[in-house]
């Protein structure tokens, strides 16, 4: 079996590292957690929890809900043009002024609107940009690409993990014209238990050292660093997959040729 190049065990090392990271963060809050039931502990933190109560009764006064939503989804069409922020904020201001499950809906179809803009937006620029990328980078392609039209599992695997770029793995199954519908559902369902978590945390923001705003965040830390951990799986596996076709490929090459008769020689 070949060995793997530098840039994949780079990239696997850093799906390990940061499952790892995000496992000891979720294991840091727990203890935090734990300490705050100390009343030594949180009667110093309570004194900076009158400001945050006063802004919390701000958000609950506000009038103007439906311009709030209008906002947010201007927010959400922005971010799908550019990457001048990132989704968090987003997710933590609905989650600050909508109750959790307004939050969820509201953000659910703001990334579906966004997966949408994106996926069409990589259909219109065509396959011919990112062939020239992908070229110049063989280990992604090796990973994304599945008989050239994109592969599903590797999508899951990519929307669950938090620092894949969101509208650039859009762009590029929209240059793959994988079915739309097939996209959106599973970039959809993978980014849910992401989206229910921070509508828990940015509901209890103002009180951020609460079991109520802590447990949600430790669910979110554990959740991606399994989603790592599965997408380096899926990224090991696709690998090697791609490399036993290729290998498939050239072997059945080798015996087309030696098989081939040689010419008569000419009299």
């Given at each position: 079996?070949?060995?793997?190049?530098?840039?994949?065990?780079?990239?696997?090392?850093?799906?390990?590292?940061?499952?790892?990271?995000?496992?000891?963060?979720?294991?840091?809050?727990?203890?935090?957690?734990?300490?705050?039931r100390?009343?030594?502990?949180?009667?110093?933190y309570?004194?900076?929890l009158?400001?945050?109560?006063?802004?919390?009764?701000?958000?609950?006064a506000?009038?103007?809900?439906?311009?709030?939503?209008i906002?947010?989804?201007?927010?959400?069409?922005?971010?799908?043009?550019?990457?001048?922020?990132?989704?968090?904020?987003?997710?933590i201001?609905?989650?600050m002024?909508?109750s959790?499950?307004?939050?969820?809906?509201?953000?659910?179809?703001g990334?579906?609107?966004t997966f949408?803009?994106?996926?069409?937006?990589?259909?219109?620029?065509?396959?011919?940009?990112?062939?020239?990328?992908?070229?110049?980078h063989?280990?992604?392609?090796?990973?994304?690409?599945?008989?050239?039209?994109?592969?599903?599992?590797?999508?899951?695997?990519?929307?669950?993990?938090?620092?894949?770029?969101?509208?650039?793995?859009?762009?590029?199954?929209?240059?793959?014209?994988?079915?739309?519908?097939?996209?959106?559902?599973?970039?959809?369902?993978?980014?849910?238990?992401?989206?229910?978590?921070?509508?828990?945390?940015?509901?209890?923001?103002?009180?951020?050292?609460?079991?109520?705003?802590?447990?949600?965040l430790?669910?979110?830390?554990?959740?991606?660093?399994?989603?790592?951990?599965?997408?380096?799986?899926?990224?090991?596996v696709?690998?090697?997959?791609?490399?036993?076709?290729?290998?498939?490929?050239?072997?059945?090459?080798?015996?087309?040729?030696?098989?081939?008769?040689?010419?008569?020689?000419?009299?």
């Amino acid at each position: 079996m070949p060995e793997k190049s530098e840039k994949e065990i780079f990239i696997l090392k850093l799906f390990k590292a940061s499952g790892i990271a995000c496992f000891i963060a979720a294991a840091a809050f727990t203890v935090i957690g734990i300490m705050l039931r100390f009343d030594s502990v949180y009667s110093h933190y309570s004194q900076y929890l009158v400001a945050l109560e006063q802004l919390e009764q701000k958000v609950a006064a506000l009038q103007t809900k439906w311009l709030i939503i209008i906002v947010i989804f201007l927010l959400y069409l922005l971010r799908a043009l550019s990457a001048i922020y990132p989704f968090t904020i987003v997710f933590i201001i609905s989650a600050m002024v909508f109750s959790p499950v307004e939050s969820f809906l509201i953000n659910t179809l703001g990334m579906a609107l966004t997966f949408a803009i994106r996926y069409y937006t990589g259909i219109e620029m065509g396959e011919g940009y990112w062939n020239k990328v992908l070229r110049r980078h063989p280990t992604i392609h090796s990973i994304v690409e599945a008989n050239g039209r994109g592969n599903p599992i590797v999508l899951l695997a990519l929307r669950v993990v938090p620092f894949c770029p969101l509208n650039t793995v859009s762009h590029l199954y929209g240059t793959f014209e994988f079915p739309f519908w097939q996209y959106m559902l599973i970039s959809t369902a993978a980014v849910m238990p992401r989206l229910i978590s921070y509508s828990f945390i940015g509901k209890n923001v103002y009180d951020p050292l609460s079991s109520s705003f802590i447990i949600p965040l430790i669910v979110l830390l554990a959740f991606t660093g399994c989603a790592l951990f599965f997408a380096r799986t899926v990224i090991l596996v696709t690998l090697h997959m791609s490399r036993r076709s290729r290998r498939n490929a050239a072997a059945k090459a080798a015996k087309a040729e030696a098989s081939e008769e040689p010419l008569p020689p000419a009299n």
